[in-house]
C-alpha cells in the first residue's frame, strides 16, 4: 500500500490517491468524514476551522462503498478557496490583481524561508507555506480512515489522543502511564478517546487562552495505542525493515513533530534492565505474552503482540501574532515576520494525525505480510499466523 496526497490550503481540492488497498473492503463517506471531524475539533484552533466543514468524496477505486483494489482517490474541497480563488487560481496567468497577499517576511518555525530559497520563490514565499501548511492533514487524517477500517477488519484498534498542553496535563494523564498492561487495556478499553478527542480539559482550556490573551502559541505531547497487532510485523533483518523505525518516520513526518518515543521511551534512559525489559509468560489460551509493555510493543523492530505505544512532540506553532524578528527577502531590512491566520494551538488535531499516521503505517506492514487483493483472504492469512503463533 502507498499514498500520495496533493493540495494547497487555499487552492480548490486536496487529493489523496491510495494504492494497494485490497478488494472488497466496505467504506462509507460517514467512516472518513468522522475521522475528518475529529481532526476539526479541539480547543485553540483558529477561525479556519469555521470556515471548512471537511467532508471526503470517493472518485475512483470504489463501487457501492466496497473497494475494487484499484487506487482510491479520495478527495475534500476547501470551502476557504472561495476567498481566495482569484490569489490562488491554476487556471489563470499572474496578473497584479491576483497576486496580492504576498509573504516576503519569513516566519522562524516555518518553512517559509528554506522553501523559498530552495525552490527560487523568492517573488512570494506563499508558493512554499500553501503546501507546507498543515492542511495537508486532512488528506492524510482521510488516507488513515481508510487503514482503520481495514485494521479493524483484523480486530486492530488505534486510538490517539492528548497527553499535555504546554505545561497543562490531561486528565488522561494518570491512566496513561501503563505501570502494567491491565491497567493499560483498562484505559484503551473503558474511554472514549473520541469525547477526550473533542474536548480539552479545564486545565488545558485555561492554558491555551492564557497563551492566546499573550498573542503567543503552545505545543504538547500526544500518545497514540494501537491494540491488537499480532507479534512478527516488521522485520530485525535490515534497517529499512524495522516496523518502529518507520512508524517514527512516519510521526516525525507530521508538520510540528519534533520527537517520537516508544513505550517508556526517553524516561527509560533513567532506569535500569529489570525495571524496563517486559517478562516473557506463557499459557495455553493466548500462547507468549508479556508482564508490561515498557518498550511500547516493539523488540526487534517487530510488533511483540501487546500495544503499541507511540509518543509524539508537537512544537508551539510558529506563527506569532506578536511576531519575532525576521529579513524581508527583497530589502534584506529586519522586519517582524509576517502575520497569517494562526492557530494558538492544535495538539488535539495532532493527536488525531498521529493515530492516523500509525494506522497507515500497520496496514502497510499488514498489507506487506499478508494478502492485499481480497479482505477476506487476507483474514483468512490473518487467522492462520495467529493460530501458527498461539502454538508455539
Ligand atoms: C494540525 C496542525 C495545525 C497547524 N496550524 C498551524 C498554524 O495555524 N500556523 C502555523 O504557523 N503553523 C501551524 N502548524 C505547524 C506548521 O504546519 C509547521 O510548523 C510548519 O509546516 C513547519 O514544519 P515543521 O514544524 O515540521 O518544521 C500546524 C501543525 C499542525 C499539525
Ligand atoms: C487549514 C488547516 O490548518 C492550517 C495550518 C496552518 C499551517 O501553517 O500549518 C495554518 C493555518 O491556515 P490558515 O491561515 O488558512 O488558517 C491553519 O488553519 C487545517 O488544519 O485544516
Not at 485494521?151 to 497527553?163: K, M, P, Q, S, Y
Not at 512532540?313 to 497569517?340: C, F, G, N, W
Request: glycine share 10%; aromatic share 6%; proline share 3%.
Amino acid at each position: 500500500m502507498r499514498y500520495v496526497t496533493a493540495g494547497e490550503s487555499h487552492g480548490p481540492e486536496e487529493i489523496a490517491v491510495i494504492e494497494g488497498i485490497p478488494a472488497g473492503l466496505t467504506i462509507s463517506q460517514e467512516d472518513v468524514n468522522e475521522q475528518l471531524a475529529r481532526r476539526q475539533r479541539g480547543y485553540g484552533r483558529g477561525d479556519r476551522q469555521k470556515i471548512e466543514t471537511d467532508t471526503v468524496t470517493f472518485l475512483t477505486g470504489i463501487r457501492h462503498q466496497i473497494t475494487l483494489g484499484s487506487p482510491i482517490t479520495l478527495n475534500v474541497h476547501n470551502d476557504d478557496h472561495n476567498n481566495w480563488s482569484k490569489i490562488m487560481a491554476p487556471n489563470e496567468p499572474a496578473t497584479s490583481e491576483n497576486t496580492l497577499r504576498k509573504v516576503m517576511r519569513p516566519r522562524p518555525g516555518h518553512a517559509d524561508l528554506v522553501g523559498g530559497m530552495k525552490y527560487r520563490h523568492h517573488d512570494d514565499l506563499r508558493n512554499v507555506l500553501e503546501r507546507s501548511s498543515a492542511r495537508e492533514t486532512t488528506m492524510r487524517v482521510a488516507v488513515g480512515a481508510v487503514a482503520k477500517k481495514l485494521l479493524a477488519e483484523i480486530g486492530v484498534d488505534v486510538h490517539g489522543f492528548v497527553v499535555n498542553v504546554g505545561p497543562a496535563k490531561s486528565n488522561m494523564n494518570d491512566l496513561i502511564k501503563y505501570k502494567n498492561l491491565q491497567e493499560l487495556r483498562k484505559v484503551t478499553e473503558s474511554f472514549d478517546t473520541r469525547a477526550l478527542n473533542a474536548e480539552a480539559d479545564e486545565a488545558i482550556k485555561e492554558v491555551i487562552d492564557k497563551t492566546k490573551r499573550a498573542a503567543n502559541t503552545v505545543g504538547g505531547q500526544v500518545q497514540v495505542i494501537a491494540t491488537g497487532m499480532p507479534a512478527g510485523l516488521g522485520s530485525y533483518v535490515s534497517a529499512d525493515t524495522k516496523l518502529d523505525a518507520k512508524i517514527a518516520s512516519a510521526i516525525v513526518g507530521i508538520n510540528a513533530f519534533k520527537g517520537v518515543q516508544f513505550g517508556g521511551g526517553f524516561e527509560n534512559s533513567e532506569k535500569y534492565g529489570d525495571q524496563v525489559m517486559d517478562e516473557i509468560f506463557w499459557d495455553e489460551g493466548r500462547g507468549f505474552y508479556r508482564g508490561s509493555d515498557n518498550l511500547g510493543g516493539f523488540e526487534g523492530g517487530m510488533t511483540t503482540g501487546e500495544a503499541i505505544i507511540v509518543r509524539g512532540v508537537v512544537k508551539p506553532i510558529p506563527t506569532l501574532y506578536r511576531p519575532m524578528q525576521s529579513v524581508d527577502i527583497d530589502t534584506h531590512e529586519d522586519h517582524r515576520a509576517s502575520i497569517e491566520r494562526s492557530d494558538t494551538t492544535a495538539v488535539t488535531a495532532a493527536a488525531v494525525i498521529a493515530e492516523a499516521m500509525v494506522a497507515i503505517e500497520l496496514s502497510k506492514a499488514v498489507l506487506d505480510k499478508f494478502d492485499a487483493d481480497n479482505i477476506e483472504r487476507m483474514k483468512e492469512q490473518v487467522a492462520i499466523y495467529r493460530e501458527e503463533l498461539r502454538k508455539f
